[in-house]
C-alpha cells in the first residue's frame, strides 16, 4: 500500500481544507514545459511503462547515477524492463528526494496502483502498469487532460515548425498548446553548429549577414509565432551579461558567419546586446518574458560527447549576475521597453537579493509584472519551495504569484503542481493556525485558487 494519504505535506486541519476546498481541483495552466508537440499532435498509444517513464526523463536518470547504476541501464542497450526494475531499485532508498514522492504520486494517480515503488515490488508494478496502458489505451491527450491541464506551453526554438500547432488546434482536445518564442540557438554564438542554426532560419527568413537583418528575421518569427497564440517568451542564460552596442555585435556576428570562432569576451559581447534587444522586441509586442538564470550546463564534457545536451548533466552556477540584471533592468525601464518578466533563479543563496531587484521595477496596473518565478529544477523539492515562499513573502507580494509549472519533459509530472499546491497550503494553514495571517478560509481560499491557476491565465493573457 501507497505511502502517499490523502493528508499527504498537509500537517494541519486547515492545510487540508484549503486543498481539499480550493485547490486541488483548480486546472493548470503549465506556462513552461518542453513536451514534444509533435508527440501530442500524433497521440500515439504507448508501447510500455518505460516509454511514459523513464524515456528522455533525465530528472531520473540523475537520481539513478548517484546511486551508482550503471549507464547501460539508464541510456544504453538495456531493455526497458532491465531500466524499469533499475529505477525502482534506486527509488526505493532515496528517501527525501522529490522523486520520491513524484513517482509514487503518478503511479498511483495514472494507472490506479498502490504498490510501494522498490525492488521487491519492481516485477508487479511492471506487469499492472503495462496491463493498464493496454486496457486503457493511454496516450498523450488522455494523460494531458487526466490531468485537469487547460493550457500548455511548449518551448521552442525560432526556426521550428509552427504548422504542428496549426494542427493540434484542430484536434478535438480539451486543452491548448501554444509555443513559447525561444532564440538560444541564436544566442548561444559560440556553439559549435552556430552557423548551421542561422542557416535554418535563413532558410525561412532569407539571408542573414549582418545584425539588422537578424534583428528582422527574430522580429518576423516571433509574429509568426504570435499569430498560433505565442503570449510568453523564454531567454535561458547562466547569466546576464552587460548590455553593449549593435557595433560591438555586429562585429562578432560577422566574425563568427565568417567561419572563426569567437572568445568568451566577444560571446559575451553579442549576448549582452541581443539579450537587450529581444526585450526590447518582447516589450514592443506585449510578450512575457521567461528568464531563467543560474544554470551551469553540459558540465562533463565526456558524456556530453556521448549522449548529448539535455540528460543530466547540469548544475547550479553561483553566478547569478545581479549587478548586470539590475543594469539590463533599469536600461529597458527608462527606454519605457521593460516587458513582463518572470526571473527564475536557481540559486537559492541569491533569492533575496533577486526578489529585492524585482521590487525596484514594478508598474501601476500590472499585478505583479516583474515575478519572482517559482522554484525550478534542482530546486522543485519540499526544501526549495517552502524556502521559495518564505524568501516571497518576506520582501514580495504572495497575492501576484503566478505559481507552478512543470519545466518537464514527461507526460506525467503533473503532479509536480499538487505537490506544490500541497506544500502552498500547508505554509499558509500553518500561519493561520499560529494566527500570522487572517483565519478567513474563504478569502484566503481564493488567494490559493489566484496562484494555482487565475495569476497565470490573467497575466499571460489566456482568459
Known amino acids: 500500500m501507497s505511502y502517499i494519504q490523502d493528508n499527504f505535506l498537509l500537517t494541519t486541519k486547515t492545510a487540508q481544507k484549503l486543498y481539499d476546498g480550493y485547490a486541488k481541483d483548480m486546472p493548470i495552466f503549465d506556462y513552461h514545459c518542453h513536451l514534444p508537440e509533435k508527440m501530442i499532435l500524433e497521440n500515439k498509444p504507448f508501447a510500455d511503462l518505460f516509454e511514459i517513464w523513464l524515456s528522455g526523463d533525465h530528472y531520473k536518470w540523475r537520481l539513478m547515477r548517484n546511486y551508482g547504476v550503471d549507464e547501460r541501464l539508464i541510456t544504453g542497450d538495456a531493455t526497458n524492463k532491465e531500466k524499469f526494475l533499475a529505477y525502482c531499485k534506486t527509488l526505493g532508498t532515496a528517501f527525501g528526494n522529490p522523486l520520491y514522492h513524484w513517482s509514487q504520486v503518478e503511479l498511483k494517480d495514472f494507472f490506479n496502483c498502490e504498490l510501494e515503488i522498490n525492488e521487491e515490488n519492481a516485477e508487479q508494478i511492471w506487469d499492472w502498469c503495462n496491463e493498464y496502458i493496454r486496457l486503457n489505451n493511454i496516450t498523450p491527450q488522455s494523460l494531458i487532460e487526466k490531468s485537469n491541464v487547460k493550457y500548455l506551453f511548449t518551448t521552442n526554438e ?84 552587460p548590455v553593449t552596442t549593435k557595433e560591438e555585435a555586429e562585429t562578432v556576428f560577422k566574425k563568427r558567419r565568417s567561419g572563426e570562432a569567437v572568445s568568451v569576451e566577444e560571446s559575451e559581447i553579442f549576448k549582452g546586446y541581443l539579450t537587450y534587444f529581444l526585450f526590447k522586441l518582447y516589450a514592443k509586442s506585449d510578450i512575457a518574458t521567461e528568464l531563467p ?171
Open 158 to 241: 525560432v526556426f521550428d515548425d509552427l504548422t504542428t500547432f496549426e494542427e493540434i488546434a484542430k484536434k478535438d482536445y480539451k486543452f491548448k498548446v501554444i509555443p513559447a518564442f525561444r532564440a538560444d540557438k541564436i544566442m548561444n554564438i559560440e556553439a559549435e553548429r552556430y552557423n548551421e542554426f542561422v542557416g535554418w532560419l535563413e532558410k525561412i527568413e532569407g539571408k542573414i549577414e549582418d545584425m539588422t537583418a537578424l534583428e528582422n528575421a527574430l522580429e518576423s518569427r516571433l509574429q509568426a509565432f504570435m499569430k498560433v497564440g505565442t503570449t510568453a517568451s523564454d531567454i535561458a542564460l547562466e547569466r546576464v551579461c
Open 293 to 463: 538564470l543560474g544554470a551551469m550546463r553540459n558540465n562533463n564534457s565526456r558524456m556530453m560527447e556521448k549522449l548529448g545536451l539535455d540528460t543530466g548533466f547540469d548544475s547550479i552556477s553561483e553566478d547569478n549576475s545581479i549587478k548586470n540584471t539590475s543594469r539590463l533592468f533599469d536600461k529597458l525601464d527608462k527606454e519605457g521597453s521593460l516587458p513582463k518578466t518572470i526571473l527564475f533563479n536557481l540559486n537559492p543563496k541569491m533569492n533575496a537579493e533577486i526578489m529585492t531587484l524585482i521590487g525596484c521595477f514594478q508598474s501601476g496596473g500590472v499585478k505583479g509584472k516583474v515575478q519572482y518565478g517559482p522554484a525550478w529544477w534542482f530546486l522543485d523539492n519540499k526544501v526549495g519551495m517552502e524556502k521559495h515562499l518564505e524568501d516571497l513573502t518576506a520582501t514580495g507580494h504572495i497575492g501576484a504569484f503566478v505559481g507552478m509549472l512543470t519545466d518537464s519533459r514527461s507526460l506525467l509530472s503533473y503532479p509536480r503542481h499538487h505537490y506544490f499546491r500541497r506544500i502552498l497550503c500547508n505554509y499558509f494553514g500553518g500561519m493561520m493556525e499560529r494566527g500570522e495571517m487572517t483565519t478567513d478560509i474563504q478569502f484566503v481560499g481564493k488567494v490559493v485558487q489566484d496562484i494555482c491557476y487565475n495569476n497565470s491565465i490573467n497575466y499571460l493573457k489566456m482568459n
